[in-house]
């Protein structure tokens, strides 16, 4: 009986050798067949024109909102949106205030002979850190040329309303929000001289 034994054990090792084989070749054609199922059939289809156009407009929506709720300014209504009863009162500041970055006084011309000299902070969002903002993406010179714009060649008399001055100081900050990104939150007339 022992040579029966001895004669049954080789076999057994040349099924185990087959058996391993078999699961050595079939595994990696498993694993291919997987990879390209995933790369034709279970991928998502690339979306629309429609659906990147609703998210672009999504994205500009949030941002629009973002830079008002920052400027004291209503929040933009949904297009969207079919509730009548939108937002409508200015909106509260939703996120933490970051640092500010302070800049260099501008002086200008008003109409007729007078001056305007006005000193400039961007609030930046929370965690920028103002030296690099100030290198690397210099914002300050999109609020320099916004302000200088939007008070060149007003008059004296125009600019001695305090309302009308924080109402162009936070459409400013609004402006400068939105097309930096949200880099910048809003900025302040931090000195406004005339003479």
Known sequence: ???GEGEAAPEEEKKKGGMKGLIIKIVPLLLIALVIAKMTVLKPPPPTAA??????AATKLALDTKCA???GLKAPKDPASQDKSANTTPTTKAEPEGPVLDLDSKTMNLD??????VGLSLQLPAGS???DVKVKENWGSVASQLVIDTFSG???SELT?????????HEIGNDVCERTGGKVVT????DFVMQ
């Open 1 to 3: 009986m022992a040579e």
């Open 51 to 56: 659906q990147l156009k609703a998210k672009a």
């Open 69 to 71: 709720a920052a400027n």
């Open 112 to 117: 007729g002979s007078h001056f305007l000299k």
């Open 129 to 131: 850190v103002p030296d």
């Open 154 to 156: 007003r008059t004296f």
């Open 161 to 169: 309303s305090d309302t009308l001055r924080l109402q162009l100081q």
């Open 187 to 190: 900025v302040y007339l931090t």
